[in-house]
């Protein structure tokens, strides 16, 4: 992988002409900008209390699901550094980016700061339409610890690797996201899931051609393809925590994750997160998408067969957001039924920007959650607020399914659920918070990396 993530380390406070000196300031009403102290140590704030970030759990009950801005302080002073940085002839070759942190500091206050640090510290890959522009980042961050408490201070490697995680898992995300459908040939993905995963012990990686769907009926990727028979593929990576540690096993998987950029960056947040689950991810690769059209007059609709015998007739309506909509349907819609007919998984989850309708009700910052149990989507929802990211259950009403017949319905959860069986499934609608066009938060503008942290918090343990 050619993207590049900061690297945490914590302890003692160090000195050197190569230090860049930062501190967290607690204030009632936090100002939003990164600016430098009168002492030349530049400064980030936090509010003195935590916002929630569900509506379906009380703070007091549960302070964990509360923003603490720490996250978002991260992102920010993240951003103004690297400003300062590639305009530097000297600290951009060498420094040192250190923060220290007040006496008040929890182990969960280190956990969110250090995704935001991570999370918007990372490179643009090659072929990313910024990657051109690329200037020199914050590479070395130290967080200083001489102010916090001893179980506060021992505790601090731990949080700090795993919020390390989470962050580089929506740094991926965003990484892989950001690059055009066009450039994300099979050659392209093959070369990405080798850098990332080569030499990764528990991981197993197959590209699969378009001679391979062809022969195993996956008709919905190839009929999402502009040209099938050179750029559809599907990619299958396995995390299996048995063989990591030297065992054969032949052990169903807990899940199956279908989607794109965040497959494999999840995939490789468990890996190194060591997850007791075993977990496969799918990727339907297409290469530049099929431009669909209505038939001409006369000309009956298009009918795909999916894996395992079930048919879309495609009604290919609307504009060229929606036959895009449809084309990405098509595709996923597949990869499920793959998924439940191969490797019979415990659980399936599918994931992605599908259906414009989702941004419509919720906006920008929160995800559609679809499941048909109310207690997991629950648990996830809080789950997700966790690590900063905002979910909203809604319904599937079985008496809307059959009407209309095709991918194109208005909720596309329905439509994916009946290609996943009796297998438990939930499909995450990100077409609000898939991007952003101005940084917010701890959001960067652009692909944002989400639902990496929800996926990885839910799946790692």
């Not at 302080?73 to 600290?91: M, Q």
């Amino acid at each position: 992988m050619s993207t590049t993530i900061p690297t945490l380390a914590s302890g003692a406070p160090a000195t050197g002409s190569e230090v860049i000196d930062c501190r967290i300031i607690v204030r009632a009403t936090p100002s939003a900008v990164v600016r430098p102290a009168a002492d030349g140590v530049w400064e980030v704030h936090v509010p003195e209390h935590p916002v929630p970030l569900t509506d379906l759990a009380e703070l007091p009950e549960e302070p964990r699901l509360g923003d603490d801005g720490w996250r978002d302080a991260g992102s920010r002073l993240v951003r103004r550094l690297t400003d300062l940085v590639a305009v530097h002839p000297v600290k951009a070759k060498r420094h040192l980016v250190q923060v220290h942190v007040p006496a008040s500091t929890t182990r969960r206050n280190l956990r969110n700061l250090a995704q935001g640090l991570v999370g918007a510290g990372h490179t643009p890959l090659a072929g990313a339409p910024e990657a051109d522009l690329a200037v020199p980042a914050v590479r070395d961050i130290r967080i200083a610890l001489s102010a916090v408490s001893g179980d506060t201070a021992s505790a601090a490697d731990r949080e700090l690797r795993l919020g390390a995680e989470l962050g580089a898992a929506a740094a991926l995300a965003d990484a892989l996201g950001a690059v055009p459908d066009g450039s994300m040939t099979l050659d392209w993905w093959r070369q990405q899931t080798r850098g990332l995963f080569h030499g990764r012990p528990g991981v197993r990686v197959k590209v699969r051609t378009g001679d391979w769907l062809e022969r195993k009926g996956l008709d919905g990727v190839r009929a999402a393809s502009a040209d099938p028979s050179r750029t559809a593929g599907l990619v299958e990576i396995t995390w299996d925590p048995a063989a990591a540690d030297g065992e054969l096993t032949d052990d169903r998987p807990d899940a199956v994750l279908v989607g794109g950029a965040v497959v494999p960056a999840v995939l490789s947040a468990l890996s190194r997160l060591h997850s007791p689950q075993k977990v496969i991810g799918l990727v339907p690769v297409t290469g530049l998408p099929a431009d669909l059209r209505p038939p001409l007059t006369g000309r009956p609709e298009e009918v795909v067969t999916h894996v395992g015998g079930r048919t879309t007739t495609l009604h290919v309506t609307g504009d060229e957001t929606g036959r895009a909509e449809t084309v990405s349907r098509l595709a996923t819609a597949d990869a499920l039924a793959y998924g439940v007919q191969r490797h019979r998984p415990r659980r399936i989850i599918s994931a992605g920007p599908t259906s414009t309708g989702a941004k419509t009700a919720l906006g920008t910052r929160t995800g559609a959650l679809f499941t048909e149990d109310p207690v997991l989507a629950r648990r996830f929802t809080l789950r997700g607020a966790k690590v900063g990211e905002r979910w909203w259950p809604m319904p599937l009403p079985t008496d809307i399914a059959p009407e209309p017949d095709g991918p194109d319905l208005l909720n596309s959860a329905l439509y994916l659920r009946g290609f996943t069986g009796d297998v438990t499934h939930i499909h995450l609608d990100t077409a609000g918070p898939a991007a952003a066009t101005t940084p917010a938060g701890d959001t960067v503008s652009g692909v944002t990396g989400f639902p990496a942290r929800t996926l990885v918090e839910w799946l790692r343990k």
